[in-house]
C-alpha cells in the first residue's frame, strides 16, 4: 500500500505565507490522485478545506489554496492567522484506496 | 442544515460487540455515500470504508476487511460501524464522513465517537 508523506511539523508567523506538502510513495502525485486537504484542531473533528487538489468549500477562507507543486500536493496558507494553528491533513486516492498523510502541525507564531 | 450526528462514547471489554451510528440529517441521505475514518495517535487517521445508503453498496479499505461491518439503514437515514469482538487495538476516535461518490473524499464530518476497549 502506497504511504504518503506530510511535513511532521512547520511554523509561520501571523501574516506569512506556508506551504504544506503531501507526497507519495508511488511517485508524482498528480490530478488523478484526486488530493483533498482537511483541517484539525484539537478537540474537533476534521474539517475538509480543498477537494480535488484545488476546489474550496463555501467555508473555506479564502487565503487557502490547493495546487501540485513539484510532483507533490500543495496547502499554501497566504496571510496566515492566529486560529489557523491546527493539524492539516491529505487524502490521496489510489484507483479507489484512499490514504491519508500522517498530518502536519502548524504552529502559527 | 447538513449534520451528521454520531453516537456517543462507548468503553467495552475485549470480545465483546459493538455498533455505533451516524445520523445525516439535512440532505437527501440516499444520495451521498458515507465513510468512516479511524484516528489514533500512533496511525492518525486510516480510511476504514465507504457505503451507499442508497443501494448499501459497500467498500472496505483491505486493511479493515473482516475486521468491521459497515452498514446503513436508509429508512432512519443511518449509518453503523460495527465489530463483532472487539479488540484493545480497536481503541480510538471513529469519525462518519459524507462523500459525493464512492470514489470521492468527504465534505460533511461527524462530530466522531470515542470508543475504549479495556479489560
Known amino acids: 500500500q502506497a504511504v504518503v508523506t506530510q511535513e511532521p511539523s512547520l511554523t509561520v508567523s501571523p501574516g506569512g505565507t506556508v506551504t504544506l506538502t503531501c507526497d507519495s510513495t508511488?511517485?508524482?502525485?498528480?490530478?488523478?490522485?484526486?488530493p483533498y486537504w482537511f483541517q484539525q484542531k484539537p478537540g474537533q473533528a476534521p474539517r475538509t478545506l480543498i477537494y480535488d487538489t484545488s476546489n474550496k468549500h463555501s467555508w473555506t477562507p479564502g487565503r487557502f489554496s490547493g495546487s501540485l507543486l513539484g510532483g507533490k500536493a500543495a496547502l499554501t496558507l497566504s496571510g496566515a492567522q492566529p486560529e489557523d494553528e491546527a493539524e492539516y491533513y491529505c487524502?490521496?486516492?489510489?484507483?479507489?484506496?484512499?490514504?491519508f498523510g500522517g498530518g502536519t502541525k502548524l504552529t502559527v507564531l | 442544515e447538513v449534520q451528521l450526528v454520531q453516537s456517543g462514547a462507548e468503553v467495552k471489554k475485549p470480545g465483546e460487540s459493538l455498533k455505533i451510528s451516524c445520523k445525516g440529517s439535512?440532505?437527501?441521505?440516499?444520495?451521498?455515500?458515507i465513510a468512516w475514518v479511524r484516528q489514533t495517535p500512533a496511525k492518525g487517521l486510516e480510511w476504514m470504508g465507504i457505503?451507499?445508503?442508497?443501494?448499501?453498496?459497500?467498500r472496505y479499505s483491505p486493511s479493515f476487511q473482516g475486521q468491521v461491518t459497515i452498514s446503513a439503514d436508509k429508512s432512519i437515514s443511518t449509518a453503523y460501524l460495527q465489530w463483532g469482538s472487539l479488540k484493545a487495538s480497536d481503541t480510538a476516535m471513529y469519525y462518519c464522513a459524507r462523500a459525493p461518490g464512492g470514489d470521492y473524499g468527504p465534505d460533511q464530518w461527524g462530530q466522531g465517537t470515542l470508543v475504549t476497549v479495556s479489560s
Open positions: 508511488t511517485g508524482a502525485v498528480t490530478s488523478g490522485h484526486f
Open positions: 457505503i451507499y445508503p442508497g443501494d448499501s453498496d459497500t
Open positions: 439535512g440532505y437527501s441521505f440516499t444520495h451521498y455515500w
Open positions: 487524502l490521496l486516492s489510489y484507483s479507489g484506496a484512499r490514504v
